[in-house]
C-alpha cells in the first residue's frame, strides 16, 4: 500500500468517525488534537484502527499529541511499521 493511499483512508476515517463531519477539509499538517478536533480517547480508537487497517501495532507510549497529532505523522508512523 502506498502513501497515498494510506493517508486518504486515515483521512476518511478521521473525519468520518472521529471529527464526525465527513465535509470537514482536513489538511495533512493540521493539528488533529492540538486544534481540539479529537482527544485523547479518539487518538486511543485511531491506534487500534491502524492495527487492524494496516497490521501496524503502536504502543500507548506512541500514541502522544507530540508524535500523533497530524496526519503527516500518522502516515509517517504506520509506514514505519
Known amino acids: ?3 497515498s493511499t494510506i493517508r486518504e ?3 476518511t476515517y478521521i473525519v468520518r468517525e472521529l471529527i464526525r463531519d465527513v465535509s470537514y477539509p482536513l489538511t495533512n499538517e493540521e493539528g488533529i488534537i ?3 478536533l479529537m482527544d485523547s480517547f479518539s487518538l486511543a480508537s485511531l491506534g487500534v484502527f491502524i492495527e487492524e ?3 501496524v501495532y503502536i504502543p500507548d507510549p506512541e500514541l502522544t499529541v507530540t508524535q500523533m497529532d497530524n496526519l503527516d505523522q500518522i ?3 504506520v509506514l514505519q511499521g
Open 75 to 77: 502516515v509517517s508512523r
Open 53 to 55: 487497517q494496516f497490521d
Open 9 to 11: 483512508i486515515l483521512r
Open 34 to 36: 492540538s486544534g481540539g
Open 1 to 3: 500500500m502506498n502513501e
